[in-house]
């Protein structure tokens, strides 16, 4: 039988709530930043249909036609606020990852706080750190474009 994992990460970004929400639910943003380094995350093969009910899914293409297909179900849905969807089936997960996750942000002076909680099998912590790494770098580049 699998093991159950639960992991808990806080990360302060220097970026508006909003403009951290929008990362995570427009698939033109989030194709900058979901995934490690050495894959891209095409914008024509995300589907975001972020409502409670509603599919996530993403594919991840590296290399020599290397490709990983993520997907899970939306739970909860409040803008700005929260996030919980599932990745996999974590009723029944094979051997394949499958957990819930839960993103709640808040504002930090100016900043968003980001609590993002995992529970599931066969799931990694390290993967999620590259994740946010690269979302911070994405919402540094955006606000540096936006207009003062």
């Known amino acids: 039988m699998p093991q159950t994992v639960e992991f808990d990460l806080t990360h302060v970004f220097d970026a508006p709530r909003e403009l951290v929400w929008a990362a995570w639910t427009e698939p033109e943003r989030f194709s900058r930043w979901f995934g ?17 009910g509603g599919v996530w899914r993403a594919a991840l293409v590296g290399e020599e036609g290397f490709e990983v ?6 739970r909860e849905v409040r803008a700005h ?20 996750v839960t993103v709640d942000f808040t504002d930090a002076d100016g900043k968003t706080k980001m ?13 999620w750190m590259e994740f946010f ?14 207009p003062a």
């Open 115 to 127: 609590r993002f909680r995992q529970r599931g099998v066969n799931i990694e912590q390290t993967g």
């Open 133 to 146: 790494d690269r979302l911070a770098e994405h919402l540094t580049a955006d606000s540096e474009r936006r």
């Open 69 to 74: 297909l993520l997907d899970g179900t939306y």
């Open 36 to 52: 490690p380094r050495t894959t891209a995350t095409p914008v024509g093969r995300i589907t975001l249909d972020a409502r409670p």
């Open 81 to 100: 606020e929260r996030l919980v969807f599932t990745t996999g089936d974590p009723d029944e997960p094979g051997d394949g990852p499958a957990s819930v």
